[in-house]
Nanobody, 116 residues
Framework: QVQIVESGGGLVQPGGSLRLSCAASGRTSQIDCMAWYRQGPGKGRELVASITIGGQTDYADPVKGRFIISRDSGKDTVNLQMNSLKPEDKAVYYC??????????WGQGTQVTVSS
């Protein structure tokens, strides 16, 4: 069992920055990938960025060059540094974990609002 808690969301002006954190607990030794998703108003949940235990990263095209995903040395916390935020980045951001090719946990989400 894996439990996830996201934090770091808030209100920011366009062009600003936020850093989200995803803390996993439980059977974290089985995690092979962690990812950030987001769900904007009236939209489905979409992948934002992912990182494997080996450090491989992947980004969705809309956030490439602006967002950076990283993990700590203990592999139980993943961060999402979001720079040059745009209004279209407004969404609830969720973190999830994958073990042996299957999603094992979702967090409750953290709200990111980009508005002037």
């Amino acid at each position: 069992q894996v439990q996830i808690v996201e934090s770091g969301g808030g209100l920011v002006q366009p062009g600003g920055s936020l850093r989200l954190s995803c803390a996993a607990s439980g059977r974290t030794s089985q995690i092979d990938c962690m990812a950030w998703y987001r769900q904007g108003p009236g939209k489905g949940r979409e992948l934002v960025a992912s990182i494997t235990i080996g450090g491989q990263t992947d980004y969705a095209d809309p956030v490439k060059g602006r967002f950076i995903i990283s993990r700590d040395s203990g592999k139980d916390t993943v961060n999402l540094q979001m720079n040059s935020l745009k209004p279209e980045d407004k969404a609830v951001y969720y973190c999830n974990t994958v073990s042996y090719g299957a999603v094992t946990a979702w967090g409750q989400g953290t709200q990111v609002t980009v508005s002037s």
